[in-house]
């Protein structure tokens, strides 16, 4: 069974600049998230999606983030413009469902540097 | 804010037991998880305890549940150098569900 996939793996951009990271999950889970994570810190979680609903965006900060999931399937995070504290790595998650029973399932992550 | 806290590292000899500690925050969560973060992975579930248990064991990993004072703590036996990883704590956000909030994760480093 194949993973969870990001891409980019890594990506250096100035600040005020944008940027945007790719998900593809498990085949067959309807639950997404997208976790940032600091260095030194553990994931945050920024979005919640069930299927190609927003189930929870409370700490996405709305004013430079965005995400999608159009389809259902694979999502997007947008950072614009890009500052200098938003350099880490985002983590995209996989499960089955909302319930607490599923366990999460991460891809690799993109680490992102802000210059 | 809710803040599940964990020493940020621990050194142990191989052979030795490792034994990783973690105070999380909300006494009603259900279920308490522990991942593993290899160098450049994402994090992986490595095990996990119903809230109405104080211990569950598997395999090497022994984890131990103290609800009064919310203390979670994962006990690797004969620890390998390829336990060498950061361990995270999670529970889930007040209201249950699968959306977790991680701790600030432990090193372990295993040396020879």
């Known amino acids: 069974e194949a993973g969870v996939a990001q891409s980019p793996r890594y990506k250096i951009i100035e600040k005020r600049q944008s940027v945007a990271f790719w998900c593809n999950p498990i085949?067959?889970?309807?639950?997404l998230y997208w976790y940032q994570q600091i260095l030194g810190q553990g994931p945050k979680l920024l979005i919640q999606f069930q299927n190609n609903g927003v189930v929870d965006d409370s700490q996405l900060p709305k004013d430079r983030f965005s995400a999608e999931r159009l389809k259902g399937v694979d999502s997007t995070l947008k950072i614009q413009p890009a500052k200098l504290e938003d350099s880490a790595v985002y983590l995209c998650?996989?499960?089955?469902?909302?319930?607490?029973?599923?366990?999460?399932?991460f891809g690799e992550g993109s680490r992102l540097t802000v210059l | 804010g809710e803040d599940v806290e964990q020493s940020l590292f621990l050194s142990v000899r191989e052979g030795d037991s490792s034994v990783i500690n973690c105070t999380y925050t909300d006494s009603s969560s259900t279920y308490l998880y522990w991942y593993k973060q290899e160098p450049g992975a994402g994090l992986q579930l490595l095990t996990y305890i119903f809230s109405n248990m104080d211990m569950k064991q598997d395999q090497r990993l022994t984890v131990l549940l103290n609800k009064k004072d919310k203390h979670l703590s994962l006990r690797i036996a004969d620890t390998q150098t390829g336990d060498s990883a950061i361990y995270f704590c999670?529970?889930?956000?007040?209201?249950?569900?699968?959306?977790?909030?991680f701790g600030t994760g432990t090193q372990l480093k295993v040396e020879l």
């Open positions: 085949s067959g889970h309807a639950t």
């Open positions: 998650a996989s499960s089955l469902g909302t319930s607490y029973t599923g366990e999460l399932f």
């Open positions: 999670a529970e889930p956000f007040l209201g249950g569900g699968n959306k977790l909030t």
